[in-house]
């Protein structure tokens, strides 16, 4: 049984940085993505940044995410963290934290279908 926990969401001004992190019990194979996925109420999940190891290590950023995030990963440990710099009042949301094996060879876990999924945590960007 696979349980992922989220940890660091908090209130930030615009312009700020906060770093989530997610600790996962359990076995998750380095092949497996792990992601986090952003919702704001009533709207559609967003995957934010993901991360797989396959033949290297395979990185996907959304685009409100791309040349402001950073998601890292360590196999060892089960963790999955994701740094934020220029935080925004767009980027408010409950931020996810999702895991599961991949569909075939092409996906590239940029979709928010993941098979495992924390509880979220909040993040709040104020101007």
């Known amino acids: 049984q696979v349980q992922l926990a989220e940890s660091g969401g908090g209130s930030v001004k615009t312009g700020g940085s906060l770093t989530l992190s997610c600790a996962a019990s359990g076995h998750i194979d380095r092949t497996y993505c792990m992601a986090w996925v952003r919702q704001v109420a009533g709207q559609a999940r967003e995957v934010v940044a993901s991360i797989f190891n396959t033949g290297g290590i395979n990185v996907h950023y959304g685009a409100s995410a791309k040349g402001r995030f950073t998601i890292s990963r360590d196999t060892l440990n089960n963790t999955v963290d994701l740094q934020m710099n220029s935080l925004e009042p767009e980027d408010t949301a409950m931020y996810f934290c999702?895991?599961?094996?991949?569909?075939?060879?092409?996906?590239?876990?940029?979709?928010?279908?993941?098979?495992?999924w924390g509880q979220g945590t909040q993040v709040t960007v104020s101007s």
């Open positions: 999702a895991a599961g094996p991949r569909i075939d060879l092409f996906d590239r876990c940029t979709r928010p279908d993941f098979y495992y």
